[in-house]
Each structure stands twice: as C-alpha cells, then as structure tokens.
C-alpha cells in the first residue's frame, strides 16, 4: 500500500522560503512523483515533476527560477525548495506519485494523472 507524506509547510513574508518534504512508503520502483498545488478558486495545478529514475524534471512556468524539485537520498523522497516565495504561492501544497509517462522527457503535468496523493501541506505567503 501506498502511502504519502508532506512536511515543510508553513508561513512566511514574501521573498522568504520554504523547504516541503514528501517521503512515499511503498514506492519501490522508479517513478514519477511531483508537487502540485490548490489555492481558493483556482484548479489544482502542477508546481513540479521529476521521473526518480533519471531525475528528469519539469516546472511551471510561475516557480521556473525560484523552485527546484530533487530527489532525497531515498529513492521515495522527494523535495521542493521553494524561494522567493509570493503571495500568489500560498495554496495547500500536496505530493503525488505515479503516472504515466513517456519514454523520454518529464513526467506528465496533468494531476489527473497521478494516482496516489497526500493529504497537503498549507503553505501561506504574506506580503
């Protein structure tokens, strides 16, 4: 069974940083795992990608610069550094993995996709 975990959230004033953790036990094989986010009124989006297998990753166009997606030590965890946070970042921020994906190139933005997912972890940027 699958199981996800996010930890790092919090708040912070903008230009701060964030640190988010997810570590998903019962994910043994390579696999695509990303953070995606959901603020009030908004669909959930894709913040970041990356295929565990060779570390290919993908960014939205909004945190390109500013957040970066690794791979811990463990093959199953996963980060996201987050700096010169915005106002416009605060959302529930929330881990997935596994998806399908090509044979080349990221792993698949679309959340639809992913099929295991955390609970999230509120991260509030104020101005």
């Known amino acids: 069974q699958v199981q996800l975990v996010e930890s790092g959230g919090g708040s912070v004033h903008a230009g701060g940083s964030l640190r988010l953790s997810c570590a998903a036990s019962g994910v043994t094989n390579s696999a695509c795992m990303g953070w995606f986010r959901h603020a009030p009124g908004k669909e959930r989006e894709a913040v970041a990608t990356i295929y565990t297998g060779d570390l290919i990753t993908y960014y939205a166009d909004s945190v390109k610069g500013r957040f970066t997606i690794s791979q811990g030590n463990a093959q199953n965890t996963v980060f996201l550094q987050m700096n010169s946070l915005k106002f416009e970042d605060t959302a529930t921020y929330y881990c997935?993995?596994?998806?399908?994906?090509?044979?080349?190139?990221?792993?698949?933005?679309?959340?639809?996709?992913?099929?295991?997912w955390g609970p999230g972890t509120q991260v509030t940027v104020s101005s």
């Open positions: 997935a993995a596994v998806a399908p994906r090509g044979t080349f190139g990221p792993c698949t933005p679309s959340p639809n996709l992913y099929i295991y």
